[in-house]
């Protein structure tokens, strides 16, 4: 029952993320890029979900939910466009972009399916919040660390970067 | 249950959806969310990766290093949507523009 339940919620949102993530490229109002923007980043939330990986969900959708889409539509309101441009490159560019994609997503697509992957013997499912933790403590304290100093200088650069004068 | 498979492709199809985007929109704004799209992507891979390969208990010090490495990546993307927005207002205030083809003060 779980299995029919999982199957359907992983179809359900693969689409909407896959839905979302085409709405991101396809929309012709950057506004409304933003809004696609939000759909695929929460279904991807849900994918989490899914894998079991509740922290992460959480985080997905506070970080990049809560945070980025907002820094986004801040900067589409900051930037007002007089004339509404075509928002898409010459047709040229265009098919050589889709060919690029469609090349890279058959390549990714033959690796994946011929790939000899080591699988666990079964899928690891628990709690992450504990073990994610005490990681960010011990094994991983440097990267933590490194990530902070990172996120201090982006916050710093940014203020510097966007200030009136 | 859907399996490994499932979830790489669908990581596939956000990053190359994502490259489509970054290749061809002219909005610069657009174009930070379609990396937040290829970056998505690399995430739904590490931790699908992460679920399904997972070493044993005792062979790894932690049982999620793949979701650690998508933290990572959130916490980085983060800093990146943040310096790249200030990039787009500060280059706004000079040339009153957002499309990438206008901002060409470079070309040779």
């Known amino acids: 029952m779980t299995d029919v339940i999982a199957t359907i919620a992983f179809w359900v949102f693969a689409i909407s993320a896959v839905v979302g993530a085409l709405g991101v490229v396809a929309a012709r109002r950057v506004f409304h890029n933003a809004l696609f923007l939000v759909v695929a980043l929460g279904s991807t939330a849900a994918i989490y979900v899914l894998l079991s990986a509740d922290f992460l969900a959480a985080v997905q959708i506070l970080v990049y939910v809560g945070a980025i889409v907002i820094l986004m539509l801040f900067a589409i309101m900051l930037t007002p466009q007089a004339v509404e441009l075509p928002s898409f490159a010459p047709g040229g560019q265009q098919f050589a972009g889709s060919l690029v994609a469609l090349a890279l997503f058959g390549l990714m697509v033959g690796a994946i399916v011929t790939g000899p992957w080591a699988l666990a013997a079964r899928p690891l499912d628990q709690p992450t919040s504990y073990d994610l933790g005490r990681g960010l403590l011990t094994t991983f304290v440097f990267p933590f660390e490194l990530a902070s100093l990172v996120l201090l200088v982006g916050m710093i650069g940014a203020i510097l970067l966007a200030r009136e004068d | ?108």
């Open chain 2, 1 to 108: 249950m859907p399996g490994l498979n499932q979830f790489l492709i669908l990581g596939a199809v956000l990053f190359c959806v994502g490259i489509y985007g970054a290749l061809t929109k002219r909005n610069v704004i657009v174009l930070l969310m379609c990396l937040e799209l290829m970056l998505n992507g690399i995430n739904v891979t590490l931790v699908g990766f992460n679920r399904f390969l997972a070493p044993p208990v005792g062979v790894s010090s932690s049982p999620f290093a793949g979701q650690m490495f998508a933290l990572f990546i959130i916490a980085v993307a983060a800093a990146e949507a943040a310096l790249g927005l200030a990039i787009v207002i500060a280059v706004y205030r000079v040339r009153h523009t957002v499309q990438v083809d206008e901002i060409d003060l470079l070309r040779g």
